[in-house]
Structures are given as C-alpha cells and as structure tokens.
T-cell receptor
Framework: DAKTTQPTSMDCAEGRAANLPCNHS???????VYWYRQIHSQGPQYIIH???NNETNEMASLIITEDRKSSTLILPHATLRDTAVYYC????????????FGKGTTLSVSS | GAVVSQHPSWVICKSGTSVKIECRSL??????MFWYRQFPKQSLMLMAT?????????EQGVEKDKFLINHASLTLSTLTVTSAHPEDSSFYIC?????????????FGNGTRLTVT
C-alpha cells in the first residue's frame, strides 16, 4: 500500500499558484519524497524530490515540514498544461528500489 | 538527459498471440528497470523488477510465465505478454534510473497501449 495520503482532486485558476498537499506521517529517515505527474495517456513525468530541505527547480518547489510528516508541491503559476494527476511518493534512496504509486491528486487548471 | 524510450506506443493483437514491448534507456545505463501496468482510471501498479543479467522479480499476483521479462543489456529490457487475452489489455509502462545512483529519480517511458481483441 502507498505510504502517502493526498486529496483526490483539486482545482486551480490559470496563472495562480497550485499548492498540492501530501501526508506521509510514517516516513522513515532514509526515505525521500518524490513528486511525479501523469498527463492522460502518457508515462509519469518526474517533477522534484527532497529529503528534508525545501527544494526548487524550474518546474516547482517542494516544501517539507520540519518533522517530515507532510509536504507541499507548489506550481507557482499554473497553466492549462499542468492539468494532470500528481503523485507524491516516498522511496528509499537505494538503487533498484521501485516507486509505489498511490491514487494521486487530479489537478484541474481552468481559465 | 535520462530519457527512457518504449516501443511500440500502441499495439493491437489477437487473443492467443504474444506481444513484445521494448524499453530502452537512451543516454544512460540501467542495471535495473521496472515494469508497471495501468488500467483505466487507476494508478500504476508495479508488475516486476527487471535486473540486467539475472531473473526478474515479480510482484505478488503477477504470472511470471505469462509476462516474460528479459534484460539482456544495460540499456534494454523487454516485456513479452504471452498468449494474450482481452483482460491483458492495459497500459504498460517501464521506468529506469542510472546505475549506481541512490536518490536519483526514476524516469519513465511513454507507455505502450495494448489492446487484445
């Protein structure tokens, strides 16, 4: 079973920030938080990952709480093309370890 | 970088025939690759872990004799669906990460849509 809990769906207006929450209260010390998204009929796309510090890249920002029991993915200026299912996954940072997907959050961006 | 290519992107086959799906890491070597299956409106489910030069490890409930996996090189893994039936119709996706890296993210192919008639 997935070790994360995410809302089933969220809506966001185009141009606004999309903040996607994720609970991972049973995360272990050696597990990273990964975020992926899947646009319809495509393979999942990597977004960002982190251990305990906040991370930012060209796609998004990842905010991890100090106790590491939850995190938030931030898309700073959502566009229609950001409509997708977003998956938050915890994974041991070890080569050969798979990603186990939960149900994710369906983000709908509208104009 | 870190591109994973899957082929074919879609395939239609008749019941009872076999279908081979290829997964290639284009710009890196991958000791391990993973195969997932996704039914409509559901999440990805891990089917098996493909290890270069050794036997694949299958998840519980996945028939190893039906879903044959071969990982003959560091850049290629294949999944063969043998004696396909309509219930095998699904979206099959592979993923990989560069060998020897710990927290490096897995990268995914664009999937293969299999329809068995």
């Amino acid at each position: 079973d997935a070790k994360t809990t995410q809302p089933t769906s969220m809506d966001c207006a185009e141009g606004r920030a999309a903040n996607l929450p994720c609970n991972h209260s049973t995360i272990s010390g050696n597990e990273y938080v990964y975020w992926y998204r899947q646009i319809h009929s495509q393979g999942p796309q990597y977004i960002i990952h982190g251990l305990k510090n906040n991370e930012t890249n060209e796609m998004a920002s990842l905010i991890i709480t100090e106790d590491r029991k939850s995190s938030t993915l931030i898309l700073p200026h959502a566009t229609l093309r950001d409509t997708a299912v977003y998956y938050c996954i915890v994974r041991v940072a070890q080569a050969g370890t798979a990603l186990i997907f939960g149900k994710g959050t369906t983000l709908s961006v509208s104009s | 970088g870190a591109v994973v290519s899957q082929h074919p992107s879609w395939v239609i086959c008749k019941s009872g025939t076999s279908v081979k799906i290829e997964c290639r890491s284009l710009d890196f070597q991958a000791t391990t690759m993973f195969w997932y299956r996704q039914f409509p409106k559901q999440s990805l489910m891990l089917m098996a872990t493909s290890n270069e030069g050794s036997k694949a490890t299958y998840e519980q409930g996945v028939e190893k004799d039906k879903f044959l996996i071969n990982h003959a090189s560091l850049t290629l893994s294949t999944l063969t669906v043998t004696s396909a039936h309509p219930e095998d119709s699904s979206f099959y996706i592979c993923s990989a990460s560069p060998s020897g890296t710990g927290d490096s993210p897995l990268h995914f192919g664009n999937g293969t849509r299999l329809t068995v008639t």
